[in-house]
């Protein structure tokens, strides 16, 4: 696609976020025009005085024009506030917006997304990118239509005067715009790889910060120390790039102006000389041109600007193109039975195949555990139950209908999940257990799942309770605690299928055992799909199903798996070793 027709498409989109906020931005608008509009009276005002009033004494004129020069300027001061405050809302409005819709689509997207992309990186995206945007599509368009409006009236009252002159200044243009073509493509790639710098200052930092013990403890703070100075010094020469380019364009834009200028005076001077020019004429003509340079500084100064929203849109449209996660349409029957059948399941991640020809069916109420060596293809195995991923081949159904045709919300309210790797929100223990859709549940249910995890005897210490906020992602619990959180927003959720990814891992063994009492009780009339490496948790469960380098080996009872003295034997007689 030709640059110029893709940087028109990408800006009309782009002015797309301005139609909901129209009212307020016609009203700026409305503004900008005028105050462009009434710019050529200024210099038309001091021709009329030096040609009509100039050394004369008429009385009331004293007082009238000063009174018509204030009210000008009254006036043009009101326009301003409209355009100013009007367009400023507008700005702020469209950020919002814009922020409003990438953490929309963030949400929606699939897994493999976020697999793929840096922490950091999408966080740039919120603060750096989307200013950049909402300059582009409010900044740029001020002074393009309020300079624009501006010139052009400058130019028409020129060429009202003396239109031989005015030609020198239209036949700067071309030059100017052939500087500017030039220019744009360097700002614009330079703009990008800006960006892409921002995004890595912001990936050092929140790893720093989420890492902020093991960099202590494994002696990094001088290896991140260089890492974030080579990122922000990687920055700071891109941002001078921009800069540079941008500001080497003045200095030639000027070169051209002071020709066109230099050349249309020393006309003036000899069209005054021969009577062409009154004096009146002639100092507004001079006063019009002098008033031309600012508009023309702005107006060929915003394309850094321009460029540099222009880039970060293609940033943000990016985003916004990414393909949410399908949501199919069927229900489930209800009520939710839980039964779930994998069919020849194939599954990996890029060039990496996990699971193969993976056939499974778990009867509804069935506690099913998956054990097996550390990346035989276990945790990816439960996580296609709610469609976290999407597999390669092969069906998963619940209840007979094939999860690819399920509505997602629908399917994800019929589980209950605890990953192994605990997420908790910088809230209260209260909204933390009661999170989302379960905020709806009464202070009654919350204590009692929370007294079946075993939440409540450490919550008694702490000096609001269940409103005492844990910090970010639980950082003022220990692994312990935010376990037993987890656990009992899934007691809470009460779904007939409960998914546990190592739920209990980081629990020391008497609140282990107290735990698995609790999801002893809970399993029953669920379907249960739990992962574990400690075999002692499972013994309990219906089956076990022992999973290596992606294919079901093994399945059965604690027993029978025991008695038939294959992989399931011997890792149980490891672990009993290394207990010993």
């Not at 469209?94 to 929606?108: K, N």
């Not at 500017?180 to 360097?186: D, F, N």
């Not at 002098?290 to 107006?299: C, E, G, T, Y």
């Not at 799909?529 to 219906?542: G, K, N, P, W």
């Amino acid at each position: 696609m030709n640059p110029a027709t893709d940087s028109t498409q990408l800006y009309l989109r782009l002015l797309g976020y301005l139609r909901p906020h129209r009212t307020v931005f016609l009203w700026s608008l409305f503004g900008m025009v005028s105050l462009g509009a009434t710019e050529w009276i200024l210099p038309a005002f001091l021709r009329y005085l030096v040609d009509h009033e100039f050394g004369t004494d008429r009385g009331l004129q004293f007082v009238l024009i000063p009174l018509a020069l204030m009210g000008l300027l009254a006036l043009r001061g009101g326009l301003s506030y409209i355009a100013t405050v009007g367009l400023t809302s507008v700005a702020q409005h469209v950020m919002m917006d814009i922020r409003r819709q990438m953490f929309h689509r963030l949400i929606a997207l699939p897994a493999r997304f976020y697999d793929q992309r840096a922490t950091g990186e999408l966080l740039s995206k919120f603060t750096f990118d989307v200013a950049q945007v909402a300059q582009a599509a409010t900044h740029v368009l001020t002074v393009l239509v309020k300079d624009a409006v501006l010139l052009v009236a400058l130019i028409g009252y020129m060429l009202f005067l003396n239109w031989r002159l005015a030609l020198f200044l239209l036949v700067m243009g071309p030059f100017i715009a052939l500087l500017i073509a030039h220019v744009s493509q360097r700002l614009r790639n330079s703009s990008r790889r800006l960006q892409d710098s921002m995004g890595e200052i912001t990936i050092v930092a929140e790893e720093v910060i989420g890492g902020h013990r093991d960099v202590k403890v494994f002696g990094g703070a001088a290896y991140e120390t260089e890492r974030f100075g080579r990122a922000i010094n990687n920055a700071r020469k891109l941002q001078m790039k921009v800069v540079g380019t941008a500001a080497a364009t003045e200095p030639a834009l000027q070169v051209i102006i002071a020709l066109g200028l230099g050349v249309m005076m020393a006309f003036a001077l000899r069209e005054a000389a021969a009577g062409h020019l009154s004096r009146g004429d002639f100092v507004s003509f001079v006063a019009a041109t002098a008033m031309l340079l600012a508009p023309i500084k702005r107006v060929t100064g915003v394309n850094e600007h321009l460029q540099r929203g222009l880039a970060a849109s293609e940033s943000f449209f990016a985003l916004m193109d990414e393909a949410p996660e399908a949501s199919g349409s069927a229900r489930l029957p209800v009520p939710v039975r839980g039964e779930i059948s994998f069919k020849g399941l194939s599954f990996g991640y890029d060039e990496r195949t996990i699971l193969r020809d993976v056939d499974l069916h778990i009867r509804a109420g069935e506690s099913v555990a998956l054990v097996g060596p550390s990346g035989g293809g276990k945790t990816s195995l439960v996580n296609l139950v709610p469609r976290f991923y999407t597999p390669q081949a092969g069906q998963i159904l619940v209840d007979g209908v094939p999860v690819d045709t399920l509505d997602l919300a629908g399917l994800r309210d019929a589980i209950a999940y605890v990953g192994q790797h605990v997420v908790l929100f910088n809230d209260t223990i209260r909204h933390n257990i009661a999170y989302g859709a379960l905020r709806e549940k009464s202070d009654a249910e919350i204590e009692a799942a929370a007294d079946a995890a075993f939440v409540t005897e450490f919550v008694r210490g702490l000096p609001q309770g269940f409103d005492t906020v844990i910090g970010d992602d639980g950082l003022r619990l220990s692994g312990g605690q935010r376990q037993r959180l987890a656990i009992a927003r899934a007691l809470l959720k009460n779904a007939p299928i409960l998914i546990l990814d190592e739920a209990t891992s980081a629990l020391d063994a008497e609140s282990e055992r107290r735990i698995q009492q609790a999801l002893g009780v809970l399993r029953e009339g669920r379907t249960c799909l739990i992962v574990a490496h400690r075999l002692s948790t499972i013994e309990a469960c219906d089956r076990i199903v022992v999973v290596d380098q992606g294919q079901i080996v093994e399945q059965g009872s604690h027993k029978e798996l025991l008695a038939a003295g294959g992989l399931y034997a011997r890792l149980h007689r490891l672990q009993r070793e290394e207990t010993q």
